[in-house]
């Protein structure tokens, strides 16, 4: 069964506990007090069935039927329509995970409709039952607990994702070590969260506008005050850490940069040790090459050789050798090779 939680409310004292909508419909009438209606998941006919008792517009159905709305507020008439994505950070994989939460206020009713585990609402509904004289105010009452509960568990997620910042920082001055696709992930769901939270602002300041209107009483107005003051705080926080993620980034590239300029120097400097060695050796290898070509020539052992019977042969081979060896030398030492 969807129905989580079921009462009816009359001067801020839970008086029925109704077993299903149509006796909740019911007593309502009889009783004259505010119905709250808590639905988790609820399937299609359960909505209609509420939508169809509470004169609730076709489009409201609809968006509560598809799910994955964006935080949002919408009149229909008497009907205040309302969308929040509560949240909670997940430190081990480093994502905020977001809920959706969907709330009807009507002049004599509230129905709240879960898509997720957060916000939870029970605890909200325990907090208003223990404070009569603040559930006295009506729907209005609950919705103003409702906003209060979704912003309040925004403090861990902000906690959770400073955390993580500074881990951030501490870690871009480490050596061998890319903190880049960290950075990047991190700001996806500092920019996921600016989503789900910043429409708020905009939305308590609209419920603070229609006050006049609907009647709103001046205390119910104090909290609703305070409940965007916390609103604007988180917002504002998100955005500073937005900030602080792209100058991370940007410091994350010019680490990351400056380390392969100096890899591209060490290497360059390898390389060119590496083209002293090659030319000493060639140098040498050429050196030796001289007196083995003279030496390679006169020991073919043919017959018929220039200077091969001469007597001053074998001293002019010699001398050949030496002088091609340090002819070469020189060469070389001139040209830096050795």
Not at 73 to 78: A, H, P
Not at 164 to 189: K, V
Not at 233 to 254: I, K, P, Q, Y
Not at 309 to 325: F, K, R, S
């Amino acid at each position: 069964m969807a129905i989580i939680d079921n009462a009816i409310y009359v001067d801020g004292v839970r008086t029925e506990n109704p077993r299903s909508l149509s006796e909740t419909f019911e007593r309502m009438r009889e009783r004259g007090g505010m119905g709250w209606i808590g639905l988790y998941r609820p399937s299609e006919q359960e909505i209609r069935e509420v939508a169809d008792e509470f004169g609730i517009h076709a489009l409201v159905v609809e968006d509560a039927l598809s799910g994955h709305q964006r935080a949002k507020l919408e009149r229909y008439g008497e009907v205040l329509f309302m969308v929040l994505r509560p949240a909670r950070y997940l430190d081990d994989v480093e994502e905020v995970e977001f809920g959706e939460v969907h709330v009807l206020v009507g002049p004599d009713f509230v129905v709240t409709i879960r898509h997720a585990e957060s916000p939870d609402l029970g605890r909200v509904r325990r907090r208003l039952e223990a404070d009569p004289a603040l559930l006295a105010h009506g729907p209005e009452a609950v919705l103003y607990a409702i906003l209060d509960e979704v912003v309040d568990e925004y403090t861990p997620v902000l906690a959770g994702l400073e955390n993580d910042i500074d881990e951030i920082e501490s870690q871009l001055f480490e050596e061998d070590t890319d903190a880049t696709q960290r950075i990047y992930d991190l700001g996806r769901e500092v920019i996921d969260f600016q989503r789900a939270t910043q429409p708020l602002s905009g939305m308590l300041e609209a419920l603070l506008r229609g006050s006049d209107k609907y009647h709103v009483s001046e205390e119910l107005l104090r909290y609703l005050r305070d409940v965007l003051d916390h609103t604007l705080r988180v917002s504002d926080r998100a955005t500073t850490f937005r900030t602080v993620l792209d100058n991370a980034l940007t410091v994350e590239s010019t680490i990351v940069a400056r380390r392969q300029n100096e890899e591209m120097r060490r290497m360059t400097e390898l390389s060119i040790r590496q083209n002293d060695e090659v030319k000493k050796i060639s140098g040498w290898a050429a050196i030796l090459f001289a007196p083995t070509l003279v030496g390679t020539i006169y020991g073919m052992n043919f017959d018929h050789m220039p200077e091969l019977h001469w007597m001053l042969g074998y001293p002019m081979a010699v001398g050949l050798m030496i002088a091609l060896g340090f002819g070469l030398y020189a060469a070389f030492k001139r040209k830096g090779w050795l």
